[in-house]
């Protein structure tokens, strides 16, 4: 299972990133899909959701900056994320919330205040 989430790097608070997850097709096509951060110290948490459909769900404190979505073709799925804050850093990894595969690499976010 392919899990590989990639994009990450250091910007500035309120500067903008977009992660990307590759993953292979028959997982995009059967599930929904999640991005979710552990940040230092703390456990994995679910950040964003996109079902199958395209519906989305955000915790709160990322809702109106982040944006999920999903390229079928590519098999990928995306996450823009603007109006960085230092409580966004962390790893971010992407994963099926129903099943939660072996988790991959995942991709540092680092803001900077």
């Known amino acids: 299972v392919q899990l590989q989430a990639s994009g990450g790097g250091l910007v500035q608070t309120g500067g903008s990133l977009r992660l990307s997850c590759a993953t292979s097709?028959?997982?995009?096509?059967?599930?929904?899909m999640g991005w979710y951060k552990q940040a230092p110290g703390k456990q994995r948490a679910l950040v964003a959701r996109?079902?199958?459909?395209?519906?989305?769900y955000y915790v709160d404190s990322v809702k109106g900056r982040f944006t999920v979505s999903s390229d079928k073709v590519k098999n990928t799925m995306y996450l823009q994320m603007n109006s960085l804050k230092p409580e966004d850093a962390g790893v971010y990894y992407c994963?099926?919330?129903?099943?939660?595969?072996?988790w991959g690499q995942g991709t540092l976010v680092t803001v900077s205040s």
């Open positions: 994963n099926v919330p129903e099943r939660l595969y072996p």
């Open positions: 097709g028959s997982i995009f096509s059967q599930n929904s």
């Open positions: 996109i079902t199958r459909s395209g519906g989305t």
